[in-house]
T-cell receptor
Framework: GESVGLHLPTLSVQEGDNSIINCAYSNSASDYFIWYKQESGKGPQFIIDIRSNMDKRQGQRVTVLLNKTVKHLSLQIAATQPGDSAVYFCAENNSGNTGKLIFGQGTTLQVKP | DAGITQSPRHKVTETGTPVTLRCHQTENHRYMYWYRQDPGHGLRLIHYSYGVKDTDKGEVSDGYSVSRSKTEDFLLTLESATSSQTSVYFC????????????FGQGTRLTVV
């Protein structure tokens, strides 16, 4: 079946270290992926996206890697800061033109000072 | 929040009563979505709209209906609220598809007692 899941529910890192959040997806037809950040009491906030014809994309302090062979997605955050503490969701689009997204369960990132 | 306003932000209602949640956007985006977020389930799509008067079901549409009479407003109605519909509801908008990020509102916390 179709599913998007995260390997770890909670990730704890030291401030200044790099963070890696992983995501597995099962539908090889998925062609677009997004990472969202959600802070407590707020809606998900777009971080970065990647299309299936790419294997890496970089933003400001964030990098998304896509490995289609093993259907794996990761979000790397460089020099993690306390403000990065949040729940991170990966989402996939495998429904063509509807724009419907399937979300994973989420990983909580805790940054220790 | 990309010009998205959800109302109300919080609501407590009784079982069996109808409830309508409103999503209003000022971005003139074509696509609008209603998601619910529950612990352990991430975000799940309830209904979406791909234009005025054009709507379709998502993965958890039972007990919900939607209407979109103009571009800027997308209404979600719980026809007869049940305790299982206690959740946080998020509206999202997207300018175009495929492969475009969706922007989320702040959410509506609904409690059915």
């Amino acid at each position: 079946g179709e599913s998007v899941g995260l390997h770890l529910p909670t990730l704890s890192v030291q401030e200044g270290d790099n963070s890696i959040i992983n995501c597995a997806y099962s539908n090889s037809a998925s062609d677009y992926f997004i990472w969202y950040k959600q802070e407590s009491g707020k809606g998900p906030q777009f971080i970065i996206d990647i299309r299936s014809n790419m294997d890496k994309r970089q933003g400001q302090r964030v990098t998304v890697l896509l490995n289609k062979t093993v259907k794996h997605l990761s979000l790397q955050i460089a020099a993690t800061q306390p403000g990065d503490s949040a729940v991170y969701f990966c989402a996939e689009n495998n429904s063509g033109n509807t724009g419907k997204l399937i979300f994973g369960q989420g990983t909580t990132l805790q940054v220790k000072p | 929040d990309a010009g998205i306003t959800q109302s109300p932000r919080h609501k407590v209602t009784e079982t069996g009563t109808p409830v309508t949640l409103r999503c209003h956007q000022t971005e003139n985006h074509r696509y609008m979505y209603w998601y619910r977020q529950d612990p352990g389930h991430g975000l799940r799509l309830i209904h979406y709209s791909y234009g005025v008067k054009d709507t379709d079901k998502g993965e958890v549409s039972d007990g919900y209906s939607v209407s979109r009479s103009k571009t800027e407003d997308f209404l979600l109605t719980l026809e007869s609220a049940t305790s299982s519909q206690t959740s946080v509801y998020f509206c999202a908008i997207s300018a175009r598809t495929p492969n475009t990020e969706a922007f989320f509102g702040q959410g509506t916390r609904l409690t059915v007692v």
